[in-house]
């Protein structure tokens, strides 16, 4: 083989990698293109299925009122909750626990966020119902009664005694079946004073019926932060166990919870009419941009470094 022929094999061979290299270049920067304008919208419905998959509806589709119209029957007139967000509940009222001790509520206060459930303990119909969908979201929720959150039931009912409330409390610790539940739920019982010092105190309103003995009341449950303020409200008597969760990672002040639950408060917002959270778009279009950021970065972080072994 003379040097002619070597020269313009080797010629050959640089021409093919300059073009490999400008193939390359192109396959790339096709591909980045196509992700720069796809990768959004799917980072954006995959955000979406997870919020979703953690109770997320999409955006609320109208408020609720937290007050009854007073064209409804005298009963029913001014029964409802006002939110007092960042309310301070009194935390010196005396109330007696399950076993009939005197208790005051700052001692289920100070070191976890607290959900509190209003209802009296022989309601026929709503107050199980309420005590029944909190239990399910509580046994969805990874967190664990008693080590990142505790519950307090109380009832509003000043007839109710500490033996029933040992009697419900029992039922429902039975079915969570959580070890160490016991020292996080407590069920009380108190004075007519206390209690419509603690209803006044998170706006919930209620009617007694004396031919039936029974009360007029809605449907919550408040999340409050461990020094004893309003935070989140939950209506109805199904909780999605996701909006729960955000809800006591929020009242945490973020001592509980993960990266995940930060990034899906940071893409998400209280609606305090409907007591859900819902999407802010241009949040997860922010993050769904700046993955695509840092693929892009990662593609030519790859590309130049291949580039750079081409020409050694």
């Not at 007696?96 to 607290?114: C, I, W």
């Amino acid at each position: 083989m003379n040097l002619m022929s070597v020269h313009k094999k080797m010629s050959f061979n640089q021409k093919w990698r300059q073009n490999a290299s400008g193939i390359n270049f192109r396959i790339i920067f096709v591909c980045c293109l196509l992700i720069s304008f796809g990768f959004p919208s799917m980072a954006d419905a995959q955000l979406s299925n997870i919020l979703k998959a953690r109770g997320f509806t999409g955006p609320p589709q109208g408020g609720e009122t937290a007050r009854n119209s007073k064209m409804l029957p005298p009963l029913l007139q001014n029964v409802g909750i006002d939110q007092k967000l960042n309310n301070q509940i009194p935390l010196d009222l005396v109330f007696r626990d399950e076993t009939g001790k005197l208790v005051h509520l700052n001692d289920y206060f100070g070191q976890r966020p607290v959900i509190l459930s209003l209802v009296y303990f022989n309601c026929p119909q709503l107050c199980p119902m309420v005590e029944d969908g909190l239990l399910a979201s509580m046994k969805d929720l990874k967190f664990n009664i008693g080590q990142q959150f505790n519950v307090l039931t109380v009832s509003f009912d000043p007839t109710d005694t500490p033996s029933l409330a040992y009697a419900k409390r029992a039922v429902y610790l039975n079915m969570y079946n959580r070890k160490g539940a016991s020292q996080g739920w407590h069920f009380l019982t108190g004075t007519e004073v206390s209690i419509k010092a603690l209803a006044s105190a998170v706006g919930f309103h209620y009617n007694y019926d004396k031919e039936t003995g029974q009360y007029a009341h809605a449907t919550a449950i408040v999340v409050l932060t461990p020094q004893g303020k309003l935070s989140k409200y939950l209506y109805g008597i199904h909780y999605p166990a996701g909006t729960l969760r955000l809800a006591l990672v929020e009242a945490s002040h973020d001592k509980i919870g993960s990266p995940v639950d930060e990034v899906l408060l940071f893409c998400s917002h209280y609606d305090p009419a409907t007591g859900k959270y819902s999407l802010i778009i241009s949040r997860v279009l922010f993050i769904a941009a700046l993955v695509t950021v840092l693929c892009l970065g990662g593609l030519l972080l790859v590309m130049f470094r291949g580039g750079r072994h081409a020409h050694a």
